[in-house]
């Protein structure tokens, strides 16, 4: 199994910074395109951030400007710098990963618990 554990969420004032981690961890062949998703109370789970295991990088419109995906190949992390906070982005952040299981010769789509981002005053 491929387990993917997210951290770095809280709350925090508007204007502020969070920095968010996932690490993915377990008998993992291979990583393909890791993701964060959120999801605000009563809304459907919206992408935030896309990242392939090359390195290049998408993010919604809603974000760009903002919010910075990276990742660390080597420690099977992926992070998410989010700057300039508002009180719309507050939602359960999901990490997402596309991976291949050891044994195994597709690939499947994981996520993680997800971690709460508030933006209050």
Do not use: H
């Not at 390195?55 to 903002?66: Q, Y």
């Not at 195994?104 to 971690?115: E, H, I, L, N, P």
């Amino acid at each position: 199994q491929v387990q993917l554990v997210e951290s770095g969420g809280g709350l925090v004032q508007p204007g502020g910074s969070l920095r968010l981690s996932c690490v993915a961890s377990g008998s993992i062949f291979r990583l393909y395109t890791m993701g964060w998703y959120r999801q605000a109370p009563g809304k459907q789970r919206e992408l935030v951030a896309l990242i392939t295991s090359g390195g290049s990088a998408n993010s919604a419109d809603s974000v760009k400007g903002r919010f910075t995906i990276s990742r660390d190949n080597a420690k099977n992390t992926v992070y998410l710098q989010m700057n300039s906070l508002k009180p719309e982005d507050t939602a359960v952040y999901y990490c997402n990963a596309n991976a291949v299981q050891s044994g195994a010769t597709m690939s499947q789509r994981y996520w993680g618990q997800g971690t709460q981002v508030t933006v209050s005053s």
